[in-house]
């Protein structure tokens, strides 16, 4: 779902991409843009927060985003729930925002709403929760629907009309082409005075070139050309693996749903080729409740000497094969910089470098103590567009929390 489409026809858009971004040189901002748009799409939306931060969007499509126009009309809150029901359907409009950036944004079913809400449970907010229509959500314990302590909760209202068919359509927040984008923003854009400048020095150096090939006498040898073996074939077959980044939003989206098992515990999660194994503790409830449970969720319980057991198989499309190759030095200090946005500095070792004739390749390890759901997800869109492999996840869950690590494979040149 890349929009939601109101009663007018107007489409506003649920990017395939968004995140906030930091680049120290124009140049280095304009690649990763560029390497982001041939992931996530060729419609891009781009602004300033402060210095060299900036916040990105990416689609296929083009139009308004969703959460950004959702939160301007409310005037920017920190912390925001938008659920507006969609007549007629079994859905609703759905945006949450968390310390100012959109989190969640989209129409979802009425019955997945609870598992979008469930991670924000585990840590401190202060919400402005605004909903319209029958929606799954409320703001004093009700069967059937959500409910937040009330100490996350700054405002709730209950709105006496609908919002989304009103929604301004804002030229700030417009989906456009990434050269279009980039032009706005004067980034990458050469001057005009040094554009003449080379002009010029490029109309002498072709008419010295012209004077001196017609001095020359001698014949042109021809260059013959023969097909050589691509030496980048094995880094390029490397990478034609999911990617890391969507992986790891499926793992902590089967995590999350864990946090609904009726008295069990997850206690140890590993994934690993595809496969999720989650160990399974009882915390006084029977057998027949975990597998109730099992049956609804469309999951399988496995038996044996240690317990009982889930395994979940994942499916993961590959990536597209790439056709760029950056500096390797270059992918492990932007890696860095980027989960240090997420978990201490320390939080990200180099446990092996194997250093080839033509690419490099380095075992990585991010180790995390304590951390939310959320903030897992906010790990995983760090990984986003960039030369790396996830082989390995464990993680033990532990009063909603999840200590463990995630082991990369990082290659560049």
Known sequence: MSQVTREDGQNFIVPSYRDSIMAKKES??????????????QYANLHK????????????????????????YFNNPQDLIFCEEIPGTEEA????????????DGSYALDSIFDELVSFLTQE?????????????????EEGKFSFDPKSVKSFEVLKEAVFNKLPVLKKFELLPLETVLKDQKIGVFPTDKIALVLGVIGLLFGGWYIMSNLLEEDIVPII??????????YKQQLQTPDPRLELDSVIRKIILLYTLPGWQATRINYENNIIDVKLQSQGARTSSLFDWAKKNSLQIDTDTTGFSLKIKMINLNRSQTSVIYRFND????LV???S???????????????????TVADVKITFTGITPSTFKLLSNQLAAMPIVLNKVTTNLRDDKLTGSIDLKVLGN
């Open 28 to 41: 280095l901002l304009k690649r990763e843009l560029t390497t982001l748009s041939g992931s996530y799409g």
């Open 49 to 72: 927060i402060s210095g060299n931060r900036y916040e990105v969007a990416f689609s296929q499509d083009t139009g308004p985003l969703l959460g950004e126009t959702v939160l301007d």
């Open 93 to 104: 409009v759905l945006v949450i925002v968390k310390s100012g950036s959109v989190y969640v």
């Open 125 to 141: 907010s202060n919400f402005e929760i605004y909903i319209y229509g029958n929606v799954p959500i409320s703001k004093d314990p």
């Open 225 to 234: 050309i023969t097909k050589t073996v691509d030496p980048y074939s094995n």
């Open 331 to 334: 992918v492990i200090s932007n």
């Open 337 to 339: 910089d980027r989960v």
């Open 341 to 359: 946005y997420v978990l201490p500095s320390n939080a990200l070792r180099v446990t092996n470098i194997n250093r080839g004739t033509y690419f």
